[in-house]
């Protein structure tokens, strides 16, 4: 059964609840992957080093201001906070029943705020939430804790799995690591109602993690948006381009029968033949002009060509590492099997 908890509303405070940490966190404590760690009296502490909110009888850390937040994020995660980090080793010690707390008790003191990574870019902390090492310049590697300290897998068997035991799985074929090929452009149901006369592309398009940005973040810099070309391209293979007139840089839509991106090719012999990709996710604030196609309305982002297709084997749950978490275990965008049809813009309007 899920497991349900009852939110009371209190709709006249909702606003002071918005920007309150409130006695639940304090209460509470916080979890992650089967770890526990207690911050009362951190709360309480921070109460007298940081902006308070005080209503209804109680006084609570300030989360009005954007930096607020930040500092709260800061004080009480396991990766900014040597003492919780600490903490979050001490309860998986005993969860699997060997001592980490060596892991951890060399930065037991360390705390970094909000004007330390503003000074200088910061390493976070080692702690069991992740799987690798952050310490003693050692490059980030997964897995590493789980070999190095005995940490078990994730897993039924706390063990690397390549068979996976459940029916529906098995039901699918898929209980061994298994090769399936990427579905063709009509068998994808991109292109239905998305025909057009003139020179085209038809392309598998990809939304890989970009390579100058995390996300939105950092990619609109002002620096970035100097070295760069100043906009978020959709990389296509220098042959399929030349095939159809295409010279890098050039603007040119994209579209299928989801939406519609308007934005510059980015024409390299990297990427193979018959596919696209844009990297996610761009803000759509810049550089976004209107598409011809749709009748002079203002084109998507990168997102405005893919959909949800469900697949049952991320809604199978309630039996070992197949358990629903928000962004670990669950049905996803899936962005990979999707066609889209490229072809030249020949002056953007905006």
């Not at 702690?127 to 952050?134: I, K």
């Not at 469900?310 to 199978?316: V, Y």
């Amino acid at each position: 059964m899920p497991n349900l908890k009852i939110v009371t509303r209190d709709y006249p405070n909702v606003y002071r609840r918005f920007i309150s940490l409130g006695p639940i966190f304090r209460n509470n404590g916080l979890a992650m992957h089967g770890t526990h760690y207690a911050v009362d009296d951190l709360y309480d502490a921070y109460l007298q080093t940081h902006p308070v909110e005080s209503w209804g009888g109680g006084t609570y850390p300030s989360l009005r201001e954007d930096r607020d937040a930040c500092e709260a994020i800061l004080a009480f995660a396991a990766e900014t906070n040597g003492e919780l980090a600490y903490r979050a080793y001490c309860s998986e010690s005993e969860k699997i029943g060997r001592d980490l707390t060596p892991v951890a008790v060399g930065s037991r003191d360390v705390r970094i705020t909000f004007d330390d990574i503003c000074s200088q870019p910061r390493r976070i902390l080692t702690t069991p939430f992740w799987t690798g090492y952050t310490t003693e310049n050692r490059t980030y590697s997964a897995y590493c804790q789980n070999v190095e300290e005995e940490i078990p897998w994730r897993t039924l068997t706390g063990r690397q799995h390549l068979y996976l035991d459940h029916e529906v799985y098995r039901a699918y074929g898929e209980h061994l690591p298994t090769f399936k090929p990427r579905l063709d452009a009509m068998g994808a149901g991109d292109l239905v109602h998305s025909a057009d006369d003139g020179p085209k592309l038809v392309l598998n398009y990809l939304t890989p993690h970009g390579k100058w940005q995390i996300h939105s973040t950092y990619g609109d810099t002002l620096r970035m948006r100097t070295l760069s070309r100043g906009i978020d391209p959709i990389w296509i293979n220098d042959t399929d381009a030349a095939s159809i007139g295409i010279a890098d840089n050039d603007w040119v839509e994209v579209f299928n029968d989801h939406g519609v991106v308007c934005t510059r090719a980015c024409v390299s012999a990297r990427i193979p033949r018959g596919m696209s990709f844009i990297y996610h996710s761009p803000e759509r604030t810049l550089t976004v002009p209107k598409s011809k196609k749709r009748g002079g309305k203002r084109a998507g982002g990168h997102n405005s060509l893919t959909r949800v297709r469900l697949k049952p084997l991320f809604m199978i749950g309630g039996y070992a590492q197949f358990t629903y978490a928000f962004n670990y275990w669950g049905p996803t965008g899936v962005n990979r099997d999707t066609y889209i049809i490229v072809r030249k813009l020949e002056k953007p309007v905006w």
